[in-house]
């Protein structure tokens, strides 16, 4: 494979040449394993092991992720995608809006309102030995998602809380081969393929004025990440107008 192969490279962003994600790499042995593994492990890492939260842009760089520790759509798929080449995996970036409605009840409701109403969003497609994979179901890791799941329990579909999914109880999330998702059903926008996540956020930025963009950075996203943590222990908060289903409802009415 050629070594300029653009959805192979290194970019600004996807910067796996940096030391944390070289030692990453060498310490957990990827490169030895079959592509099929190389992909799992390496989603499997980003899934769980990078926690939902919300960093402070989309377009920060991989290594930044990293040390984050956590990351929402597009900066774990950044991550994801700077793995992926790391370990010589062809991918790519495709690119959405989603409506934010799928974020309410982690977007606390007093700012709500002043969210726009589709948020930029993507997804990572991946070269597999079989054909190209559409993988999103990173995006939540398993703890987080078990919370859901623990309180809509009779509930087949969700458009909240950082999922859209029809299929709740058991959405397609684990890597075996094919596709992922975990935000599928809120998307509202498609602006296609970008060979690495610089081309997309050169032309999709999200709509922030520059005091929004400021209080999202500086209070907002830990406020966001404050109840992600709460919801991750179960304590899932109520949005206006939906009963929670069990009985998290009493406890998670009064959470902020």
Known sequence: MSADDPLLAATPILNFNHPSIAQLIEDRGWKALSQHDRIGAVYDFVRNEIAFG??????????????????????KGTLH???LR????????????????????????????LAPNEIVHSWVEVETETGWANLEG???????????????TDSPSLCGYGAGTDCLQA???????????IQETGIVQDFGTF??????????????????????????????????????????????????PNHNHEESRHAS
């Open 195 to 244: 060979d690495a996540p610089d081309d997309f956020y050169a032309h999709h930025q999200q709509s922030f004025s520059f005091v929004k963009g400021l209080l999202y950075r500086h209070i907002i996203r830990h406020w966001m990440n404050a109840r992600v943590r709460r919801i991750r222990s179960g304590n899932v908060p109520q949005i206006p107008g939906r009963a929670l």
């Open 171 to 181: 959405p397609p999330v684990e890597w075996t081969g094919g596709d992922t998702y």
């Open 86 to 113: 790391a370990v010589g995996v062809r991918c790519r970036l495709h690119g959405f809006t989603i409506h934010k409605e799928l974020q309410r009840g982690v977007v606390p409701e007093l700012v709500y309102p």
């Open 54 to 75: 919300y960093n402070r842009a989309d377009d920060i760089p991989a290594a930044d992720v990293l040390d984050d520790g956590f990351g929402q759509c597009n900066t």
């Open 81 to 83: 995608m700077a793995l």
């Open 138 to 152: 990173f995006i939540l890791d398993a703890e987080f998602l078990l919370a859901l799941q623990s309180t809509f």
